[in-house]
């Protein structure tokens, strides 16, 4: 129950998901194991719906805004350790740099991290993690996953959370109780901030799962490439759902449009 | 710039989530926002590059969604009218659909092009509040190699602060229009057509189509809602 043997154990969650990967490499497309995701993917809906929404909603009700986002500022800076030691794991030492800095001041000026005093000063913070750090040393996607409650993630991703959770450095002095409340409470919090969006997104999409699962795999992407930050990353390949090609360009396909007109007739 | 960027701050929770939530509604946002490139009066100044009719377009969006006192329903429609003017709905549609273009017939095409544009203007267009207080700097401008720029552009203030937004844009008979938005790194033409994929490989154009109009017709009747929620008495709204 304490603190090392739930981290034991979360070591060797990684360790088999980092044999998932190997096994992973073999199959094809980016989501071989649809069936058993999108399982995971109702079961998590399920949560959130009966759980985790209806709390969120009450958490919004009773919290005024400015507390949602103190709170979430909390807890990004309580990250920010672990964010940093990616960027240098990454080669990036000038962030890694900055981001120190930033967590110092917002650690003081921004009490403890609940006003993002750094962000107000006009300076930027990136998220780092070591899913993004394997990527950036190569190691490919995997097969994309769905882990329950975490929900979206690949294997590469899923290794990266687990090792993200070893470095983190509170894990070894406060009791492992007060970790899963500081996530619980995070979880929640977010969940609240985004409640709107959420339901929205639901709504809208033709298929939730699919949504979800190429915005996710699209996102990562993006910031494994360093576009989003404006700083590229050199040498990483951006493992992008479709290339460029695939997705903009249907040149020769457009002048057959034009004759095409009276097509073989639709079914 | 906090919220923005911080998709996965915690490795733990939330995190996952942050970034798809990131996507749905900056995406909302940007839709909004996406709306946005161009406008009427873009399409009066000839030889913009695309940067300028981005940067035209965004502040014209952006005025009226700081605008108080009109009602959400004018400034949708204003806003819509912005967009109309600078998507290139024929090439998104074709893009969306991918290779079973080929296969659906003239009429379906028009009535896709339709339904898509409808169900863009919808789901974008919802709740204009979320975006009170927003801005957005146009950051940078690269060109693609075959042609198309792509313009990079950043949300200051607001829900979401440091969101970021590329417009693709292609040259096209003198002007430039948008053919796909990227939020967040998110593509929504790409996220759209991984939807759809199945669904017209299952069933055909017109399950496709079927499956739009329903869409458009829940949101409508959402957006109805939000409206007597929002606004007790609508100006001229309804029909």
Known sequence: MRGTGSRRRRAAIAGSALWLLGAGCASDGPDPWEPMNRGLFAFNEAADQYLLEPVAKGWDFVLPDFAQTGLDNFFTNLGAPVEILNNFLQGEIKEGYLHTWRFLLNSTAGVAGFVDVASMAGWPSYPEDFGLTLGTWGVPNGPYLVLPIFGASTVRDTVGIGVDAVATPYGYFVPIYVTVAARATDLLNTRAIFIEEIAQSREEAFDFYVFVRSAYLQNRAARLSGTLTGRARQGVVTPSTESEEDLYYFDDFDDELEEEEDEPPGD | ?239
Request: charged share 30%.
């Open chain 2, 1 to 239: 710039m906090e919220r923005a960027s911080k998709g996965n701050g915690d490795p733990g929770n939330g995190g996952t989530d942050r970034s798809v939530v990131r996507f749905a509604q900056v995406g909302c946002l940007l839709a909004a926002l996406l709306v946005p490139p161009g406008a009427a009066q873009a399409a009066d100044a000839p030889a913009n590059s695309a940067r300028e009719v981005v940067e035209e377009a965004l502040s014209q969006v952006i005025e009226i969604l700081n605008e108080s006192g009109s009602s959400e329903d004018s400034r949708r429609d204003r806003i819509a009218d912005i967009a109309y003017a600078r998507f290139d709905f024929d090439t998104m549609s074709k893009l969306v659909i991918a290779r079973p273009w080929r296969k659906f017939t003239k009429e379906q095409r028009s009535d896709f092009i339709a339904e898509f544009k409808t169900h863009l203007a919808r789901s974008y267009g919802r709740r204009l509040s979320r975006y009170e207080g927003v801005n957005v700097k146009v950051t940078s401008e690269v060109k693609e190699q075959r042609g198309d720029v792509t313009v990079n552009s950043q949300v200051v203030g607001g829900q979401f602060d440091g969101a970021v937004m590329s417009y693709r844009m292609r040259g096209k008979t003198g002007q430039w229009l948008v053919i796909d938005v990227i939020i967040e790194g998110v593509s929504l033409v790409s996220n759209f057509r991984s939807q759809f994929k199945p669904i017209v490989a299952q069933g055909g154009a017109d399950e496709l189509l079927s499956r739009l109009k329903d869409k458009n017709d829940v949101l409508r009747a959402e957006i109805e809602e939000d409206e007597s929620v929002t606004t007790p008495v609508s100006d001229g709204s309804g029909s």
